[in-house]
């Protein structure tokens, strides 16, 4: 907005994404990191003590580790918010996300609601919920059962979780009712693109703005 063509810098933002297991919610940050790549869109990796998935690497779709490591950094403070999800251990390493957002970059989060309201109350300002909720109650169940990389009992467990997690539905700023993922994707995009633009985001509008109006007035 100054005249050198320069514009006001921004403070990075944190897109947290929840719903409930099987609404879609990880196979839409995945898109949505691959559109946005080269905007300054990052995705937190999670540090967790689950069991790595055949389909999941190392160090790209989680931090995989023991229980006692992850207590042992979870109690030096490494950690931006914590919780227990369906029996293991999750969590969002502090360093990689305030890194990010204070070189302006802004960091998606697959987080559930625990974790959401933690970041929620710690930097209300910088957090931007997005809930996602499923079609149906079917269309839950089978896409857990579709999926077929966990065993019964497991999907059991996280569909008895989803209604739990789905009661928190009204904490977060935006909800997509996930029918189809290309749609889902276009909707957190665009929430992405307005909340960027956000008045309190851009950071030395003060002065800019100042300027203008000062350029104005020798103008007239
Ligand atoms: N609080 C919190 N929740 C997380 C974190 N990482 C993942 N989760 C959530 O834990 C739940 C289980 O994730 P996962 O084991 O990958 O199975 P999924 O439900 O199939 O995605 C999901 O709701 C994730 O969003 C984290 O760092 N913190
Ligand atoms: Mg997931």
């Known amino acids: 907005m100054s005249d050198n063509g320069e514009h006001a810098a921004r403070r990075g933002l944190m897109?947290?994404?929840?719903?409930?297991?099987?609404?879609?919610?990880?196979?839409?940050?995945?898109i949505v990191l691959d559109k946005e790549r080269g905007s300054g869109l990052s995705l937190s990796i999670s540090a967790t003590t689950r069991p790595k998935r055949p389909s999941e690497?190392?160090?790209?779709?989680?931090?995989?580790?023991g229980e006692p490591d992850f207590l042992k950094r979870r109690d030096a403070g490494e950690f931006l918010e914590w919780a227990e999800v369906h029996g293991n251990y999750y969590a969002t390493p502090r360093e990689s996300v305030e890194t990010a957002l204070s070189a302006g970059r802004d960091v998606l989060f697959d987080i559930d609601w625990q974790g959401a309201a933690q970041i929620r109350k710690a930097s209300p300002d910088d957090m931007v919920g997005i809930f996602i909720l499923p079609p149906s109650a079917d269309a839950l169940r089978e896409r857990l059962e579709r999926r077929a990389e966990d065993d019964p009992q497991t999907i059991a467990r996280r569909l008895a979780n989803a209604r739990t997690e789905i009661t928190h539905w009204n904490e977060y700023q935006y909800i997509v009712v996930n029918h189809d993922v290309d749609e889902s994707v276009g909707k957190v995009l665009a929430i992405?693109?307005?909340?960027?633009?956000?008045?309190?985001?851009?950071?030395?509008?003060?002065?800019d703005i100042r300027q203008l109006l000062d350029d104005l007035k020798t103008m007239g």
């Open 57 to 65: 690497a190392d160090g790209v779709h989680y931090q995989f580790m």
């Open 192 to 207: 992405l693109k307005a909340e960027r633009e956000r008045r309190q985001r851009q950071l030395g509008l003060d002065g």
């Open 15 to 30: 897109l947290v994404l929840s719903s409930p297991s099987g609404a879609g919610k990880t196979t839409i940050s995945r």
